[in-house]
């Protein structure tokens, strides 16, 4: 296949970036798009030319660091999945592929199409954890937890961080990637000692990294590489007005 | 007090606070239409309906407080958020394609203005009756609404605006249940169906009065 590439160049920053057409030639539709952008970077190196820098490591589809707006879309046309598993069957031979960063004020550009995703950790240091206990371990099934609450609080646990959520989403708000991390551990029994005061330290976090505010477009749902519900936004909600009126 | 402030001050506070307020106003709108179906039942029947409320003294006037408090709650919010939501973003994509949102949802901001503009004039009209298209009678609520519906422009400006409206509930009243928490958790969050109901209900059930002044059906 060849395609026409249209690239988000940004040297650094503060630097001002622009769109840059590259054309990406002879590229075998069973390649990832990352596997892709290796063969157009591969030929930039060649030519002596700076490569394309973009995010990546784990390349299966697990690790969250790989995340690009493909054509409009936060890891492009393929439903529930990361950019790592899209691969180049999904376009046809001809296409020009738009490809930038994702955009928020939160996630400021690294270089070209990486940002810096650092206020998500922010946010889970703020309380996406639990008082583990010390000492000798449990025995396994000490602590009863129902099948649907595990199920529940296993698809939330799901989310890799990519950052996807905010990408896709108008207003650049955060809410799906820490109603995730609430609900996941709201919802077990493990979570219950920290939980109100989670909801109300992860939200205020949130809000200090401006990210905006949640308006039930649905867009973080369907760019989810996990497809984490929306249904969590309304547990976090739920969480945060409880901690607010409850006895301190 | 510390509290109510760091919550008006979060974003998920100032959501809640759209969401209740937002519920509250949809609740007046639902009696608002179905005492004006009464216009159906001829001239007495709506008469009558408005002289009850307005016999009602303190509690109308209390309902008018707690509406007017909504409205100025949910607009500050609202104006707040919008403002936040644009700040959050400030370069924005070259290309952006988006996926399931509705209509409502991305117009949302529009329709909120418009519904604004619209209750101003609805109220200087048919309330106050500062704007007399034609003669205005504190008493004979049905000839105010069949005199000022025969006239085409003030019809079109409702029918227009009862769009922006159903619109508006169409997506607020869905997304209000779901910021203050009390949706089921389900396989398709983005399906509604009471709001849907609720939203065609009222577009409809207000609509309905000015087409039926412009065809005649109410004289």
């Known amino acids: ?248 | 007090m510390n509290r109510a402030r760091t919550f008006w001050r979060s974003t998920i506070g100032k959501k809640i606070v759209m969401a209740v307020t937002g519920l509250i106003m949809v609740g007046f709108l639902i009696g608002h239409v179905s005492g004006n179906l009464l216009v159906f039942r001829g001239p007495d029947a709506l008469n009558h309906y408005s002289a009850f409320l307005k016999g009602l003294g303190g509690f109308l006037w209390f309902a008018r407080a707690i509406l007017l408090a909504s409205v100025t709650l949910h607009i500050v919010a609202a104006v707040q958020l919008a403002e936040l939501a644009r700040a959050s973003r400030p370069v924005g994509y070259q290309w952006r394609d988006p996926q399931v949102s509705t209509l409502a949802a991305r117009t949302i901001r529009w329709s909120g203005a418009l519904i604004l503009l619209f209750v101003a004039l609805h109220l200087l009209h048919f309330t106050t009756g500062t704007i007399q298209p034609v003669r205005f009678s504190t008493y004979d609520v049905y000839a105010n609404i069949v005199g000022g519906f025969r006239i085409w422009w003030v019809s079109a400006f409702y029918i227009v605006s009862m769009i922006a409206l159903g619109l508006h509930i169409y997506h607020g009243a869905w997304s209000s249940f779901r910021t203050v928490g009390m949706s089921r958790p389900r396989p398709n969050p983005l399906h509604r169906s009471v709001a849907t109901v609720v939203a065609v209900f009222v577009w409809l059930g207000f609509t309905m009065i000015p087409v039926a002044v412009l065809l005649g059906v109410v004289h």
């Open chain 1, 1 to 248: 296949m060849n395609l026409t590439l249209r690239v988000w160049r940004q040297a650094g920053p503060k630097a001002p970036g622009k769109l840059v057409v590259y054309e990406a030639e002879d590229i075998s539709p069973d390649m990832s798009f990352l596997e892709m952008l290796d063969v157009v970077n591969e030929s930039l190196t060649v030519r002596g030319k700076i490569p394309i820098a973009f995010d990546h490591d784990c390349r299966e589809g697990i690790c969250g660091m790989c995340g690009l707006m493909i054509n409009g879309v936060a890891h492009g046309p393929m439903k529930g999945t990361a950019t790592c598993q899209l691969h180049m069957r999904s376009f046809k031979d001809g296409d020009t592929i738009y490809i930038e960063p994702w955009r928020a004020r939160a996630f400021p550009v690294i270089r070209d199409l990486t940002v810096d995703r650092t206020a998500l950790d922010r946010i889970i240091q703020a309380g996406g954890f639990i008082t583990a206990p010390t000492g000798g371990a449990q025995d396994a099934n000490t602590i009863l937890v129902s099948k649907h609450s595990a199920d529940s609080a296993m698809d939330a646990a799901a989310c890799i961080g990519c950052g996807a959520c905010v990408a896709a989403c108008p207003n650049a708000s955060a809410s799906l990637f820490t109603a995730s991390k609430i609900t996941h551990l709201g919802l077990l029994p493990q979570g219950q000692p920290e939980r109100y005061r989670r909801a109300l330290a992860m939200v205020g976090q949130m809000d200090l990294e401006s990210f905006g505010a949640c308006t039930w477009f649905g867009e973080c749902q369907e760019a989810c590489p996990k497809e984490i519900s929306i249904d969590t936004i309304m547990r976090m909600n739920r969480d945060y007005l409880n901690a607010t009126t409850r006895q301190a």
